[in-house]
């Protein structure tokens, strides 16, 4: 601190290395349900679960031992910690992370009289769950409870839906919201975890049947920049997104469409943001080495067109 209490930053020419390290054991397995059940030309379901748990080591490195953080006093007397350099990891993990995935798969049989042609496999769902527990925090150890599920509906409609709960209640005194060392879990009120984020997505498209044309890069390298060239970070953003879109085009299929909806929805405590937006991709062959592709987009909380390009 200088004499107008401003802290004063300077910078030391030398050699400093900031060795960091982590390590980590985990393990998994792998077992099957087999269910004789049979709806029409669909037989039988097979339920995979994949469970797996884990261990995860990493020291506090802006402790004193490391030597990576010094320290200031402010006007009031205060000691400041600060790292000596960018990138110095705080907070020891001892964390247990632990997950289950589970897939629901049935077969479809074909219309073949010789029942010699093989039946054919169908996911019908996929349901995750994850979360960690970390021993060296001082409270709020449970890290947030992460559930996710896929589905193809008819094969025709991708189904995605994630949600994030929160094992902890939240203290609204003072018009704020802060987590607070205080289970949610209540299983009279069947009060399990709280529910702090939830999105949902489908998507679904048709396109036409093949033609004669081949599937074929872009050659032009205006169209198509290197992500990893220094140029590129200068270029239009909007050009990439055009670039990306295009950069590699299927020509043998005349047109496609496809519409996705996504709705999310965000709680802190107190209060709840939404969004709901709808997009429309479009791309058809004006002439067998012209395509033309355009996505668009209506967002229904901000009653607006999206970014069209």
């Given at each position: 601190?200088?004499?107008?209490?401003?802290?004063?930053i300077s910078s030391d020419k030398g050699f400093f290395a900031l060795r960091q390290f982590s390590s980590g054991v985990s393990a998994n397995t792998t077992f099957y349900g087999i269910?004789?059940?049979?709806?029409?030309?669909?037989?039988?379901?097979?339920?995979?679960?994949?469970?797996?748990?884990?261990?995860?080591?990493?020291?506090?490195?802006?402790?004193?031992?490391?030597?990576?953080?010094?320290?200031?006093?402010?006007?009031?007397?205060?000691?400041?910690?600060?790292?000596?350099?960018?990138?110095?990891?705080?907070?020891?993990?001892?964390?247990?992370?632990?997950?289950?995935?589970?897939?629901?798969?049935?077969?479809?049989?074909?219309?073949?009289?010789?029942?010699?042609?093989?039946?054919?496999?169908?996911?019908?769902?996929?349901?995750?769950?994850?979360?960690?527990?970390?021993?060296?925090?001082?409270?709020?150890?449970?890290?947030?409870?992460?559930?996710?599920?896929?589905?193809?509906i008819l094969g025709k409609l991708n189904l995605n839906v994630r949600s994030t709960f929160s094992p902890y209640n939240v203290d609204t005194t003072g018009g704020t919201a802060s987590?607070?060392?205080?289970?949610?879990?209540?299983?009279?009120?069947?009060?399990?975890?709280?529910?702090?984020?939830?999105?949902?997505?489908?998507?679904?498209?048709?396109?036409?049947?093949?033609?004669?044309?081949?599937?074929?890069?872009?050659?032009?390298?205006?169209?198509?920049?290197?992500?990893?060239?220094?140029?590129?970070s200068s270029l239009d953003p909007r050009l990439n997104q055009i670039a990306g879109s295009t950069a590699y085009s299927d020509f043998s299929i005349p047109w496609s469409l496809t519409?996705?909806?996504?709705?999310?929805?965000?709680?802190?405590?107190?209060?709840?943001?939404?969004?709901?937006?709808?997009?429309?991709?479009?791309?058809?062959?004006?002439?067998?080495?012209?395509?033309?592709?355009?996505?668009?987009?209506?967002?229904?909380?901000?009653?607006?067109?999206?970014?069209?390009?």
């Amino acid at each position: 601190m200088d004499s107008t209490n401003s802290v004063i930053i300077s910078s030391d020419k030398g050699f400093f290395a900031l060795r960091q390290f982590s390590s980590g054991v985990s393990a998994n397995t792998t077992f099957y349900g087999i269910f004789p059940l049979r709806i029409g030309r669909y037989s039988g379901l097979r339920h995979t679960v994949r469970p797996s748990v884990g261990f995860s080591y990493q020291p506090d490195f802006s402790s004193d031992f490391w030597g990576y953080t010094r320290t200031y006093a402010d006007t009031s007397g205060t000691e400041i910690l600060y790292s000596v350099v960018n990138g110095v990891r705080s907070g020891a993990q001892r964390a247990l992370t632990y997950s289950i995935s589970n897939t629901f798969e049935t077969k479809r049989t074909t219309d073949d009289s010789t029942r010699t042609a093989p039946a054919r496999a169908i996911k019908i769902l996929n349901l995750d769950l994850n979360s960690r527990y970390n021993f060296a925090a001082d409270s709020l150890n449970m890290g947030d409870i992460t559930l996710s599920a896929r589905t193809n509906i008819l094969g025709k409609l991708n189904l995605n839906v994630r949600s994030t709960f929160s094992p902890y209640n939240v203290d609204t005194t003072g018009g704020t919201a802060s987590i607070i060392d205080d289970y949610v879990f209540n299983l009279k009120g069947f009060d399990f975890a709280r529910l702090t984020q939830f999105s949902v997505s489908a998507r679904t498209s048709v396109r036409s049947g093949r033609s004669t044309g081949r599937q074929r890069p872009v050659e032009n390298p205006r169209a198509t920049p290197d992500p990893f060239s220094p140029a590129s970070s200068s270029l239009d953003p909007r050009l990439n997104q055009i670039a990306g879109s295009t950069a590699y085009s299927d020509f043998s299929i005349p047109w496609s469409l496809t519409a996705d909806f996504t709705y999310g929805l965000t709680r802190n405590g107190i209060t709840s943001t939404t969004r709901a937006i709808v997009n429309t991709t479009v791309d058809f062959n004006l002439t067998p080495n012209w395509k033309i592709s355009a996505r668009t987009g209506y967002d229904f909380e901000q009653g607006e067109l999206v970014t069209t390009n």
